[in-house]
């Protein structure tokens, strides 16, 4: 009898992409290994019989959510006017979320700059510029700054800068097991390979954790004794 028999279950890998979500890209045959136990049962007399005491399956799910993107009208009920700069402050922008700008037409305009023209008031040459009073425009990721460019109107601060960060999807791996018999540590590359645990690592015992991914490669083992090395672990590439 082969008293090392493993079991596999199928894991999917997923590839989660910022802003459209996530896209799962394969789904091959892949990880978790199930681990045997087997103890030997010696009867008086009898020939050794094989029991399986424990087969303990590492369930793993991973899904993945996207933040929904937000709007928002600059100026809230007043537009895009002058004194708006202090109007960001105090709120969150992400990647994707779409900033509103009302006005009148004739009076003013928006023309997306740089860092150097929304301090000195200089419209860049080639600079976008909005004109039609209901301008919807996505944020990129970073630094987003838009003027008017009247003259005299982005001195009389109608000018806004927008920090947007990137955190518009994130993705969950659901570890499912038993408690008592595994457990989920968060390890780094080298204790993925070794099969050891790096000092203050974050263990996982409730049986249903839910962990967010990083981006990049996520690496996960059990640190029962034995486990890891029977290949109860996992990489994970958030991308
Ligand atoms: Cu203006």
Redesign the pocket.
């Known amino acids: 009898m082969d008293p090392t028999s493993k079991a596999q279950v199928t894991l999917i890998y997923i590839k989660a992409t910022p802003l459209l979500g996530c896209i799962i890209t394969t789904v091959p045959y892949f990880l978790f290994v199930a681990e045997l136990i087997e103890k030997m049962a010696q009867g008086r007399g009898s020939a050794a019989e094989t029991v399986i005491i424990g087969i303990t399956l590492l369930g793993l799910m991973l899904h993945c959510e996207i933040v929904n993107a937000a709007t928002y009208t600059v100026g809230d009920s007043g537009g895009?006017?002058?004194n708006v700069a202090n109007w960001p402050k105090g709120k969150s922008f992400k990647a994707g979320d779409t900033l509103i700008f009302k006005?009148a037409s004739s009076?003013?305009?928006v023309v997306a700059v740089d860092r150097n023209g929304y301090s000195n008031c200089k419209t860049p040459r080639g600079a976008k510029v909005y004109k039609s009073g209901n301008d919807q425009i996505k944020l990129a990721k970073g630094q987003n700054y838009f003027i008017?460019?009247?003259p005299g109107?982005?001195e009389?601060t109608?000018k806004i800068a927008v920090n947007a960060v990137l955190a518009a999807h994130f993705c969950v791996a659901v570890f499912k097991y038993i408690p008592s018999t595994q457990n989920v540590v968060v390890v780094d590359a080298n204790g993925y390979t070794s099969c050891k645990t790096p000092t203050g690592a974050k263990v996982y015992t409730s049986g249903n954790d839910q962990i967010t991914l990083a981006k990049g490669q996520n690496y996960f083992i059990c640190s029962f004794s034995g486990h890891c090395a029977a290949g109860v672990k996992i990489a994970v590439n958030a991308l």
């Open positions: 895009w006017t002058f006005y009076a003013h305009n008017c460019n009247f109107h982005c009389s109608m």
